[in-house]
């Protein structure tokens, strides 16, 4: 657009889940034993790649490296600092050089899967490529469902994975798994070793694919035989960092904003709804300059919270499934909809042959897979979030539109006190209700803390009932859902943020999936902080069995552990609040103890998160805590 400056990002972080991106594509193969090109079958996918950087005057004695050695310089010029992994037998050739560079921190899980987690949650915080370390087998298959919930969110995560040696690939030797083929449908590429030659190029390439356009994991499987080998290495490696870019408005990405522009300019009725993708685009601010620059409401996704203030005052809070009930109302019955970075999925839209049948809808996304996919888009924008605000932004006209904002007002009053307890009226000593466990968490924290949640009504009480203001400041499994997410990624957060208080919001269920990774807090000296929020069972699953299985709670009840005790086995300080007069001092104790801690939170069986559309309904369906359909407001 003409006068807008380019938009430069170094590994942009856009999102667009579900879909690869255009570009890139879904990549994969083996690297090519001559060195000479990343090849799929006989189709080259990348030449190695030339030294980049200025030639020093001095001359290079040749070193001879191992591959394992070699991957670990890849490593270290690709911009990877933090490795978080857990070793095994055929991993082993790596783990011996890893020893050898002090430059490359690894931190040792208790389990694969969070080590895929954790390398998430890295890559959330900081924007760049996280990475995770398994060995063959079991190794590698229980990195899969943490890199699913990466490919599902649009996370940049590369995995490297032993194999057995080349030689055996093929005979089920002890550990073997074909974790290429695996792998494909969750990863945006994935290559097999076949040259310790090979491995600038393929870890060059890995990198940049997970990075560019739609982010998402690729993994590297490295046979024990390549690990091993030598190489000689006449100079430095190349900067193998995925390369900055401009993000710019092509001339059909112009036509379609201006024709954006016009809509928005001339609609009675509008809604902006901000997803991930703003946040990887670093686009909060531009979306913030839309806002007041036209006066519009702005709802987010779950994963888009933060993206525009939830204080401020066009904030109508998130959207979907348990969104608020002036944001599903403004949804339904809007007559525009504008979705930056966000893909209409299921728990947003509800039915989509009904959704907002009133509006047309503006889809602003770096993937045209996405455009049509659920809902129809009749604007389709392929452009990067940050440069369509900023052109979105510049074209606005601010107009008041009373009788929408008179109405959006009316919607938040009468359903302000959805799900909130009058504390100051409640027994104290009474278990608290998870929201005012939420509300008094940002109270102690003042809202500067990041939040790590996992799945779950603890998930959605977090969403309702804290408050964010700022990108980054809640992380969470959107896409897949994967419980037993939070205290891994949360660790993966405080190790790229040391010096940021990082609080990890897990329910019973999904701290037993994860409790083990209590004893890496201690080892790796991570003070995180975990808030057992307890109902003592699987609290959605045990609410959907209430709403629409006749009240069966078939295994959804959930013996446990005594928390507190376990997270003291592990050496972490540990309390167990049962009454709602002791919630705020657990919570200033734990934030202020200098290690990590746990506090297990006591909260009533039998809640319920509202407001809620049923599935297979439209957001206008949406339910408050009275269960009062509120389609008709």
């Not at 430059?103 to 900081?126: M, S």
């Not at 509800?350 to 604007?379: C, E, Y």
């Not at 510049?394 to 909130?420: F, K, M, N, P, V």
Request: aromatic letters at 6%.
């Amino acid at each position: 657009m003409p006068g807008l400056p380019p938009v430069t990002q170094r590994q942009r972080y856009a999102h667009v889940p579900h879909e690869r991106s255009a570009e890139a594509g879904k990549q994969g193969g083996t690297a090519d034993p001559t060195g000479s090109s990343l090849t799929r079958g006989d189709e080259p996918l990348a030449a190695l790649l030339t030294p980049q950087r200025t030639p020093p005057t001095q001359a290079h004695a040749n070193r001879t490296l191992t591959g394992g050695a070699l991957a670990c310089e890849a490593l270290l010029a690709a911009g990877a600092t933090t490795l978080f992994g857990y070793p095994g037998g055929a991993a082993l050739p790596f783990y011996r050089e890893l020893a050898r560079y002090p430059r490359l921190r690894h931190v040792l899980v208790r389990h694969e899967q969070n080590a895929a987690h954790a390398a998430d949650g890295y890559a959330r915080a900081t924007g760049r490529v996280g990475v995770c370390v398994a060995t063959s087998g079991p190794g590698a298959t229980n990195l899969l469902t943490g890199l699913a919930t990466a490919y599902m969110d649009c996370v940049p995560v590369v995995a490297l994975t032993g194999q057995v040696a080349r030689a055996a690939i093929g005979t089920q030797a002890f550990q073997e798994v074909d974790v290429i083929g695996m792998v494909g449908p969750i990863t945006k590429g994935a290559f097999q070793l076949k040259s310790a030659e090979d491995i600038p190029a393929v870890f060059a390439e890995a990198f940049r694919l997970a990075a560019e356009g739609r982010p998402g994991p690729v993994l590297i499987d490295f046979p024990k035989d390549v690990q091993l080998a030598t190489v000689e290495l006449s100079e430095p490696l190349a900067d193998l960092a995925p390369a900055e870019y401009e993000c710019e408005l092509d001339p059909a990405a112009d036509f379609a904003l201006r024709q954006a522009a016009a809509l928005l300019n001339s609609a009675e009725r509008p809604l902006v709804i901000a997803g991930h993708g703003v946040a990887m685009a670093g686009a909060a601010s531009a979306l913030l300059r839309l806002a007041e620059a036209s006066g519009v409401p702005v709802g987010t996704t779950l994963l888009g919270l933060g993206v525009f203030p939830q204080h401020h005052p066009q904030s109508l809070g998130m959207v979907g499934m348990h969104g608020t009930v002036q944001a599903n109302l403004a949804m339904q019955h809007a007559d525009l909809i504008v979705g930056v970075g966000m893909r209409f999925d299921d728990r947003v839209v509800g039915r989509p042959k009904d959704f907002a049948p009133g509006a047309r809808i503006v889809h602003v996304d770096v993937d045209p897979q996405s455009f049509g996919r659920v809902v129809r888009a009749d604007v389709p924008v392929l452009a990067d979030a940050r440069a369509a605000l900023d052109g979105l932004a510049s074209l606005a006209e601010w107009r008041a539109r009373a009788a929408w904002w008179t109405r959006l007002q009316q919607w938040t009053d009468d359903h302000a006190a959805c799900g909130i307890v009058d504390t100051h009226m409640a027994p104290p000593d009474e278990p608290p209700t998870t929201p005012e466990v939420i509300r008094a968490l940002r109270r102690v924290l003042g809202g500067a803390a990041t939040v790590v949640a996992d799945i779950g009504q603890h998930q959605m009480f977090v969403a309702l009932h804290h408050g964010f203001d700022r990108p980054g400041q809640v992380l969470t499994s959107g896409g897949l859902g994967t419980m037993g997410y939070a205290l891994p990624a949360a660790m993966g957060v405080k190790t790229a943020e040391p010096g940021r208080a990082v609080w990890a919001v897990v329910g019973d269920g999904g701290f037993q999936m994860s409790a083990a990774e209590l004893s890496t807090l201690v080892a790796a000296r991570l003070p995180v902080k975990v808030l057992v929020v307890n109902n003592q069972c699987l609290g959605m699953v045990r609410q959907w069995q209430e709403l629409f299985y006749d009240n069966v709670y078939s295994h959804s009840l959930l013996p446990q552990p005594d928390f507190e005790a376990l997270a003291k086995a592990h050496g972490i300080w540990a309390t167990t609040v049962r009454r709602r007069d002791q919630l705020e001092n657990a919570l200033r104790e734990a934030a202020l103890h200098p290690g990590p801690t746990v506090v297990d939170v006591r909260v009533p069986v039998e809640e319920t998160v509202y407001p809620m559309v049923p599935a297979g309904s439209t957001p206008g369906d949406v339910r408050c805590v009275d269960a009062v359909d509120a389609s008709f407001c």
